[in-house]
Structures are given as structure tokens and as C-alpha cells.
């Protein structure tokens, strides 16, 4: 847990010096987090930054996942939210019933199963843009 809280923290104190610049929003969100991680209040948080760590994303790429997840479910692997098409979205990674139907419900509600699904379309397409809250990246 102490990786996590010391990557943000050098990432909200470097942040202009290594080549990149996080908006203000970003800034603010990885703030709120390190908040949320030092109170030991983010179990689900800690086991999806343990997975992306394992499947190598970057420190950037971590961070925006995380950023999506927050908005999409506040990390809650039993989210549900239905949509005005019939649709319905399902667990921390809110996998969409008919945009993704190949992600069983099982899975949606497993945070390792949802989240290394996401990872691999993360990968495959080099973006977040499956999901609505990919515009909090922007």
C-alpha cells in the first residue's frame, strides 16, 4: 500500500519534471486517492492496483484506469446501473450488456476477471474510450 501512496506523491510533486502534464482534475483525483488509501478505506482499490501493476501498465496508465473506475462504479464490484436502451452495466468495471456480451455476469462481479478483461481491451485498443467516464481522462 505504501508503492501506491508513493507513486502519487511523487506524481502530484514531479509532475512537470518528467515529460508530462496532468491536468488539474487529475491532480485533484490522485490526491482524493492517496487521501482514501492512507485511511485504509479502499480495499477493491488496493487489489485493482496490485492487478494492473501486475500486468505492467504504467504509472500514467494505472492512474487513469483507477480514474475511470472511480467515476464508472467508486470501485463497487456489485454496481449495476441500467441504461435508457435496456442496456445494463454491470460491476466495478461496468461492463455493458450488449456492447460486451462476450463478459458474463460472473465475471462483471469478479474484480480480477473484470478488471484483466479491461486491461486486455485497454491494450488492444491503446484507450479507455469503451467507457463514458474516459472524458474525466480528458
Not at 502519487?8 to 508530462?20: E, H, M, N, P, T
Not at 456480451?101 to 460472473?106: L, M, T
Amino acid at each position: 500500500m505504501k508503492k501506491i501512496i508513493i507513486a502519487f506523491i511523487c506524481l502530484v510533486i514531479v509532475v512537470g519534471g518528467v515529460g508530462f502534464v496532468l491536468s488539474s482534475r487529475k491532480v485533484e483525483i490522485a490526491e482524493v486517492i492517496v487521501k482514501q488509501v492512507e485511511a485504509k478505506k479502499l480495499a477493491n482499490e488496493e487489489i485493482i492496483w496490485n492487478l494492473l501493476e501486475a500486468r505492467g501498465l504504467t504509472l500514467l496508465e494505472k492512474i487513469d484506469v483507477m480514474m475511470v473506475l472511480r467515476c464508472e462504479s467508486k470501485f463497487s464490484q456489485w454496481a449495476i446501473g441500467v441504461n435508457s436502451n435496456g442496456s445494463i452495466d454491470t460491476g466495478i468495471v461496468q461492463w455493458n450488456s450488449q456492447a460486451h456480451p462476450e463478459v458474463s455476469r460472473e465475471c462483471s462481479f469478479n474484480v480480477e476477471c473484470a478488471i484483466n478483461k479491461m486491461v486486455d481491451l485497454y491494450k488492444k485498443d491503446g484507450n479507455l474510450n469503451q467507457w463514458v467516464c474516459s472524458k474525466v481522462l480528458k
